[in-house]
């Protein structure tokens, strides 16, 4: 019994397998740290989407040279391993053509670089931070923490906003005031709650804009520059601010007024109050019968 389960390990087959076994495990081994290293080499000179796809790259190939050792020292022949791969390719080229163009469209990406990991892009009505950029797709974490995934194909064909790839953004505010309001106070209010507030830049300076006449309101447009990453911030501190300080002023943000104006032959209109239990013209009183 023990000859024979000594024979058997023996084994050519036994083994071989071992090896096998052992050089698959010292792959996945040697692939992780030289994925490691090689992108802690390249990050020092190239942005860092670069540095993980060449981790990427370096990892799937470690560990495909010990695969096929693997294979060969469990005595597959490599010339017909190649020949599989390569009709496997042709079938898989003909039945994925998606996939081959979201790969194609990934190099693009990857050569223009519109955009890298940490930027927040807005894609169609998606607005989200990069994750990742592979090749078929790009990967989004939304504001409220969800998951997006956008074939590459779609970013190539739509029009994609970087939001974060400047380190400036304006914030341009619509306001409308009343029409009695004087357009040079209104400016100063402006300028002094933009100057008061610590997130808005200096230079770029504020600008101030009368757009036009509005149905009920003059309308303006006032342009604050402030970093990107305290743009949120001054947007919302901004609004309260500038609301506030014209209650202070005494400055009117109007809504919508109509007027009706029936020409200046025509009296005015009469208005009478008809209360709830007196008959309308339409309604005879409660106490006489409707005529036949």
Same mark, same amino acid.
């Given at each position: 019994?023990?000859? @024979?389960?000594? /024979?058997?390990? *023996? ?12 050089? &698959? ?7 992780r740290? @030289? ?22 790259i ?8 010990? @695969?096929?050792?693997?294979l060969? *020292? ?15 390719s ?6 994925? *053509?998606?996939s ?13 670089? %519109? ?9 169609g009505?998606? &607005? ?23 074939? /590459? ?5 739509s ?22 309001? /004087? ?14 507030? %610590? ?39 901004? *609004?309260?601010?500038i ?9 009117e ?25 007196? %008959?309308?013209?339409?309604?005879? %009183?409660? /106490?006489?019968?409707? @005529?036949?």
């Amino acid at each position: 019994m023990f000859d @024979a389960l000594l /024979n058997f390990i *023996q084994s050519d087959s036994v083994v071989n397998g071992l090896q096998a076994l052992l050089l &698959i495990v010292a792959g996945f081994l040697l692939a992780r740290y @030289a994925a490691k290293a090689a992108e802690k080499i390249i990050s020092n000179n190239f942005s860092r989407h670069h540095a993980i796809l060449f981790r990427r790259i370096v990892y799937w190939l470690v560990l495909a040279l010990f @695969a096929t050792s693997a294979l060969h *020292q469990l005595g597959f022949s490599l010339g017909v391993l190649l020949g599989a791969a390569g009709v496997l390719s042709v079938a898989i080229g003909f039945a994925s *053509q998606t996939s081959a163009s979201n790969l194609i469209s990934g190099l693009f990406l990857i050569g223009e670089q %519109p955009f890298q990991i940490g930027d927040t892009i807005k894609v169609g009505s998606t &607005i989200g931070e990069v994750l990742s950029i592979d090749l078929l797709s790009v990967k989004l974490r939304t504001f409220d923490n969800l998951f997006v995934r956008i074939p /590459n194909e779609s970013l190539i064909k739509s029009e994609v906003t970087n939001m974060t790839r400047f380190p400036i953004r304006r914030f341009d505010l619509q306001l409308g005031v009343a029409y009695k309001e /004087n357009i040079a106070h209104v400016r100063d209010v402006l300028f002094e709650v933009a100057e008061r507030n %610590p997130l808005s830049l200096d230079e770029p300076a504020p600008a101030f804009l009368f757009t036009g006449f509005g149905d009920s309101a003059l309308t303006l447009q006032f342009s604050v520059w402030s970093s990107t990453a305290n743009f949120r911030a001054l947007r919302n501190s901004l *609004q309260e601010e500038i609301k506030l300080a014209f209650d202070a002023a005494g400055i009117e943000i109007p809504f919508p007024h109509r007027t009706l104006y029936a020409g200046s032959e025509t009296p005015p209109f009469p208005v009478r109050i008809v209360a709830d239990n007196e %008959p309308t013209a339409t309604q005879p %009183p409660p /106490n006489k019968p409707a @005529a036949s």
